[in-house]
């Protein structure tokens, strides 16, 4: 057996979940904190107990049901909207104590208290280093099973539901990461001590931002600018500002605008990209226009995008002027994403987890929401300025081109880069470098 040592870095469990992109997206950027080097997910862990994956399972298909289920016609959003309404963020207004715990919550935590997530907890505790997870029912397993380590919970949305909070909050030991402000407040009504919740921002991927002086953020950003600013005007009308953070721009940028259409975890909302298609095919023939298309890991959806863009004739612009994003596997898909992310300069997605990108100056175009939490999400864009809803995307050839010439991509980006916090990835690093101070640990 090798000698333990003491770290040069901080270290920690990272926890996420196998459950869409959001919790697993949240962790990627901590992956060089994680102990012994790579991101464990509480459903899929080597190991598992089958009364564990069982449940986990059974929550999965649930979720991935329920979403498929809603493009039913009729019946589809009735029934999604029943299932979402379990999970609802109810009205901030008039601030009032919302400690109460859900009949969900309570269930949860039936399932933990029979043992569910005892096996994970055992593992962990032998070597009890921070334990930072995205996702709430770990953290809830770590304190119901006695976890002897600090317990961080990342927040992944920009407002949160009750099942985020803990069955008795006022005595919980864990501490929450807020990505946003809303939320430091939402956990207030819920009964977290402020104390236990620490605003960071969402932690985002540091191959985007560079150091803690965020050069390569700002690198890319006045480029984008410029590439966004059709006629000039933001650029005219801000001039002063845009010096003070970002210095002088290049006068021109060599690459067509370039647009990323990214769909959900499950795959949805594929046919905005057929559209988007359809209505660019001219621009993308003439390569005045690149189209980034995101598939994630789902190779039906890539199949879906590959078949749109040859029923549309780009066959030779395949590879060029668009392209698709896919990965057998999350961590290259997201490793994929993050590095065409520097080349991107507008962002279409729905309002889900990747609304924080808006930090990068990224603009976002806003498909439309699925669930209460990216309603809340797109309110959050919409309130800073960072995204604008989408009109309809067959006629974007016309809309998003008068966009850019009158500078409100431009603007977007801007506000975004000065609305949202772009250093969670390294705040979390200090937290942890507090708490591991004097840990050694194997190698």
Known sequence: MRSAKKSKK??????AVDMGYGHQRAAYPLRSLAFP????????????????????????????????????????????ELFDSLQAIDPFYPKRDLSKPTLQLRQVYQLIRKGWGSALIQKLAKNPLPLVTTFFIPAFMAEEHQYPGPIYLVCCDADVSRAWAPLKPATSVITYLAPSRRVVERLKLYGVPKERIKYVGFPLPTDNIGTEKRETLQHDLARRLVALDGQGVFRKNYQASISEHLGKLPKKVAQPLTIMFAVGGVGAQREIGGAIIASLRAKLTQGSVRLILVAGIHNDVSSYFRKNILAHGLRKEMGKSVSIIFAESKSVYFAKFNSALRETD????KPSELSFYCALGIPLIIAPPIGSQEKYNRRWLRAIGAGLDQENP?????????????????????????????LGTYTIQK????????IEYGT
């Open 10 to 15: 901080p270290k920690a469990w990272v926890v």
């Open 37 to 80: 080097g790579d991101i464990l997910n509480a459903n899929t862990y080597p190991g598992i107990s089958h009364h564990d994956r069982s449940i986990w399972k059974q929550s999965r298909e649930v979720y991935e049901k329920i979403s498929r289920f809603k493009k039913t016609p009729l019946i589809g959003n009735v029934a999604f």
């Open 346 to 349: 507008i962002l279409w997605t």
């Open 394 to 422: 067959a006629y974007a050839h016309e809309w998003l081109f008068d966009w850019v010439n009158a500078g409100w991509l431009a603007d977007a980006a801007m506000q975004g880069y000065l609305g949202a916090e772009q």
């Open 431 to 438: 937290l942890l470098e507090e708490n591991t101070e004097n």
